[in-house]
């Protein structure tokens, strides 16, 4: 099996330290993974330098590998520099380019600082819009975050409340729930994928008298899956949909803004979250937090969500259905 491409994220984060913890917790059980980063840089483990992902897997029980790619200006933990910005980008396009091409099982991205690649004329809100434009299919992307208790997926992401709220409509819902249904059953191999939907407003409007828009845009979006033959229900009120008796009766939860999806998953597991990204050529998955500018460099990061991405990965891609 090919091995995992991971991204070397923002070189100020903790990139480096997350990639070596998960090198050091998989090195004797895999998955294999090469890093895209600077060899140069002090990962604290052994490391190798390699010349092609299909050298990854054999030197991975010994060292991390590492395609070499160098940095304009040397990384300072917490202090990044928008020099590093165009290194950064490269990484990812390069490690698209593999999976794509059959040289990568999938692709892993360590954190990014957004405000950083903004500055050096990135145009895109985050990696979920980037992917889509490097590796999309003809369906939008889309964000599911995942860890064993809970998959969650926001229809409306990287923008203002006001206006994920104001542009939210039936046909976005459905487009949605549409790639979520049909992911889940190619690549986490669900035969009949069950599928929540969350209200918008508090106890799902409460038949309106809350508000009209679980009534207008929720319920329409609903009826329209279950016409389609996808197991969904709602508009479910979102304070009690994710309770440990709520959670087992459905396996992905539609939640319609930013917050609303991942407050819950990152409250249940912070560490041990997943972001993946569905409706793209190739699987990509990532640690569901930043960057921790804070903390980079002290020896505290811990690396548990980018190992469970790893693992992640590799699943998916291990038993992934052509559509």
């Known amino acids: 099996m090919h091995a995992l491409a991971l991204t070397m994220g923002e070189p100020a984060g903790i990139g480096a330290e997350i990639s070596a913890g998960a090198w050091r917790e998989l090195a004797a059980t895999g998955p294999a993974f090469f890093l895209i980063d600077d060899a140069r840089r002090d990962f604290g483990v052994p490391v190798t330098r390699i010349g092609s992902p299909a050298e990854a897997p054999a030197a991975f029980a010994r060292a991390l590998p590492i395609l070499h790619r160098p940095l304009p200006v040397v990384a300072v933990p917490g202090r990044p520099d928008v020099a590093n910005a ?13 999976a794509r091409a059959g040289e990568a099982a999938a692709v892993v991205t360590n954190p990014i600082q957004k405000s950083v690649l903004t500055a050096a004329g990135f145009l895109h809100p985050g990696h979920t ?15 599911m975050l995942a860890c064993p208790q809970l998959r969650v997926v926001p229809v409306t992401v990287h923008e203002a409340l006001s206006r994920a709220i104001a542009r939210l409509t039936p046909d976005m819902i459905v487009a949605t729930a549409r790639i979520v249904a049909h992911e889940l059953t190619t690549r986490f191999a669900i035969a009949r994928p069950r599928l929540a939907v969350a209200g918008l407003n508090p106890h799902a409007g409460e038949a309106g008298t809350m508000g009209r828009e679980d009534i207008d845009i929720v319920a329409p979006a609903v009826a329209r899956l279950r016409a389609a033959g996808i197991d969904a229900r709602g508009p479910l009120p979102p304070d009690t949909m994710f309770t440990a008796l709520a959670r087992p009766t459905y396996d992905a939860a539609i939640c319609l803004y930013h917050d609303q999806a991942l407050i819950p998953i990152k409250t249940l597991d912070m560490a041990g979250g997943v972001n993946v990204t569905l409706g793209l050529s190739i699987i990509r998955t990532s640690p569901d937090h930043g960057t921790a500018l804070d903390i980079a460099g002290q020896g ?3 690396p548990a969500s980018l190992i469970a991405a790893l693992r992640l990965a590799a699943d998916i891609s291990g038993r992934t259905q052509d559509p």
């Open 300 to 302: 505290r990061a811990d």
């Open 86 to 98: 165009p290194a950064v980008i490269a990484a990812i396009e390069e490690a698209v380019a593999l």
């Open 129 to 143: 819009e980037f992917l889509g434009e490097l590796a999309g299919t003809d369906v939008p992307p889309v964000m």
